[in-house]
């Protein structure tokens, strides 16, 4: 099993930029690829950016390609969401999530999930 807990989240302004980072215990975590999530009141949880086990590929949402990055650090068994030019849009809670293959965009393909952390985009 793996345990994953995200963290900073927060309050900023339209326009400003933001770090999420994915913090990962359990199994090894090089063996997964890692999702980024997030779900807006009232709306479905939405794919925001994926990345393989190695980083060698890496998807992301067309709502957010070119203003986010997504990045890991298997060493460290952290992987890192920076955000930019973020958009009052962006509101939402931001859940990581691990598979074993692949990146994927259903969140149904992904196994173990963390608890989230807010981010809120004032305009």
């Known amino acids: 099993q793996v345990q994953l807990v995200e963290s900073g989240g927060g309050l900023v302004q339209a326009g400003g930029s933001m770090r999420l980072a994915c913090a990962a215990s359990?199994?090894?975590?090089?063996?997964?690829?890692v999702g980024w999530f997030r779900q807006a009141p009232g709306k479905e949880r939405e794919f925001v950016s994926a990345?393989?086990?190695?980083?060698?590929?890496?998807s992301y949402a067309d709502s957010v390609k070119g203003r986010f990055t997504i990045s890991r650090n298997n060493a460290k068994n952290t992987v890192d969401l920076q955000m930019n030019s973020l958009k009052p849009e962006d509101t939402a809670v931001y859940s990581c999530?691990?598979?074993?293959?692949?990146?994927?965009?259903?969140?149904?393909?992904?196994?173990?999930w963390g608890q989230g952390t807010q981010v809120t985009v004032s305009s």
């Open positions: 999530a691990v598979r074993t293959f692949g990146v994927a965009t259903m969140p149904a393909q992904y196994t173990y």
């Open positions: 359990g199994r090894t975590f090089s063996n997964y690829a």
């Open positions: 990345i393989s086990w190695n980083a060698g590929s890496t």
